[in-house]
């Protein structure tokens, strides 16, 4: 039998203190703040997933959830609330609520905040030791100011000089079901 992890006041939010099963509401957990990069909750607490990554991201319109990128794992996304532009393959395409996408290994994307609201999407990807990544040069992410100047295949070398993930609390508005 597995046992429920307790859940602890961490200052910022809600957070388990195990590996066991747990419950949180989205508008109690510690959410990290990037000027540039949105809002993202954290859902693990101090005992990273092993296998799977899960978060909610959400992002002002214009804002890119990151930098556009390639993994060697199999990413899902699915949009909550809000609009969003996919940057996906050197094309774009928009999104809106309920829109699900499925990246297999190494397809090359990110996302774009868009319309008059943020935009919440639920992120899912692999986890293991030693994955791979690589940040190509694209003309149409930079054109999105979510691209970068030189490819890489290090995070801490694409996000260099952009600033740090701040912790604080869902922001007003990001989650219009609470």
Same mark, same amino acid.
């Given at each position: 039998m597995v046992e429920e992890a307790s859940l602890v006041e961490t200052g910022s939010g809600l957070a388990p203190a195990g590996r066991g099963w747990y419950v949180?509401?989205?508008?109690?957990?510690?959410?990290?703040?990037?000027?540039?990069?949105?809002v993202a909750c954290d859902l693990e607490g101090e005992h990273e997933f092993p296998q799977v990554g899960v978060n909610v991201h959400v992002l002002a319109p214009g804002q890119p959830n990151g930098f556009y990128h390639g993994e060697d *794992?199999?990413?899902?996304?699915?949009v909550l609330s809000g609009e969003c532009?996919?940057?996906? $393959?050197?094309?774009?395409?928009?999104l809106r609520p309920?829109?699900?996408v499925h990246c297999p290994p190494w397809t090359e994307h990110i996302f774009v905040g868009a319309g008059e609201v943020p935009c919440a999407i639920l992120m899912v990807g692999a986890r293991r030791p030693?994955?791979?990544?690589?940040y190509?040069?694209?003309?149409? *992410?930079?054109?999105?100011?979510?691209?970068?100047d030189t490819e890489?295949?290090?995070?801490? $070398?694409?996000?260099?000089?952009t600033g740090s993930w701040q912790p604080g609390a869902a922001p007003e508005g990001a989650l219009p079901w609470t």
């Open positions: 949180l509401n989205l508008a109690r957990v510690p959410w990290w703040g990037h000027e540039r990069f949105g *794992a199999q990413e899902d996304f699915l532009l996919l940057l996906v $393959e050197g094309e774009e395409r928009q309920w829109d699900y030693g994955r791979g990544i690589r190509p040069v694209s003309e149409l *992410a930079r054109s999105r100011s979510a691209g970068v890489t295949t290090e995070p801490k $070398e694409a996000y260099a000089g």
